[in-house]
């Protein structure tokens, strides 16, 4: 036997490296190995998808805009509030010159008109539509675009008549008392014209604009209690009352909008409990406290602390204050004082 015919006979002799379906199988891997990488890039793909939706989601909820709170707390705003104030000035430094009858707190600093009670007159009251006994104290006209509203006050019952029409031979007016209260907030007298929202007969409809009323103060006969009712501003309720005042203010132009003072929102009002105060601050120093109706301090809700320029939210605790009607006084060393009524419920 030829030497290369030897080679090739024990070269058949040697088992194989792989047999024909192990050979099979690896011409196929390749393609099974490339189905996985074709499988993972698509997962990398939807991973990528889902992390960049994430993102833009977290980016939207970071600049999502600020919500507001349920209640800002209204309050006068610039013309009625500088002429109201103005009067009650003008009785304070003057009291002889007119039969209004003033008791308004001489704490410094403190916005009169929301410590003053106003007594006006008998002849004041009666262009009001107010009409004072012996025994009560009745109210009654029509209301522009209203109807006709009457109540009576006998001690510590009253009662309302409301129609919708007016009634003939009753003076119009375009101003009237939405609300009657006692001195601590409570209503006294709840009604509503048809054409009125319906939470006007709720508590927080009335509270959420103590600000923006003008109050009348009485007593009320026979007892020592007193009734508050809270007018609405118009240019022809502060005429009447200021018809007897040396100096009133009627010319719009003598307004400054300095008088209007930073904006606050104060939430929920009444207060039950904890009070909420939202503010935008600057780089000031600020004291918050809270006053009864006469100027007095009551509680330091926020000792004198020095600030940055933020958003400021804060949180008191009043649950153990008595009800009744207070000031928030916020003083800052730099925009001054800004005063708001408040109530504090049971």
Partial sequence: MKPIDRYFEKARQRPGLASKDEIHQMIRQPAVAESNRSGYREIRKLAAVITIIFLIGFILFLIRPEVTPPVQQAHFTDYYEFRYASLVHELQEHPEKSGIRLIASKAPDIP?????????????LNQLGLYTSEKNI????????????????????????????????????DFYPLFLSDMNGRQRVKYRFVNEPEDKLTDDFFEERINTLIPIVLDVPG???????????????????????SHPVKDRSDFSENQIGREVKIYPNPATGLLNLEMDLYHERINITLLDINGKLVR???????????????????????????????ESDQTGRVVRRIIIAD
């Fill in 112 to 124: 009169l008109h929301l410590t003053a009670q106003v007594q006006p007159p008998e002849e004041i």
């Fill in 138 to 173: 009745v109210y009654k006209g029509n209301i522009q675009s209203a109807g006709f509203v009457s109540f009576s006050i006998v001690g510590e019952r009253h009662s309302v008549y409301v129609a919708d029409r007016q009634q003939t031979g009753e003076k119009i007016y």
């Fill in 223 to 245: 007892t020592d209690a007193k009734v508050v009712f809270w007018f609405l501003p118009t240019e022809e309720l502060l005429n009447i009352l200021e018809q007897d005042v």
């Fill in 300 to 330: 330091a809700l926020m000792p004198s602390t020095r600030v940055i320029a933020s958003h400021g939210q804060y949180q008191f605790d009043t649950g153990d204050i008595p009800r009744g009607i207070y000031l928030l006084s916020i």
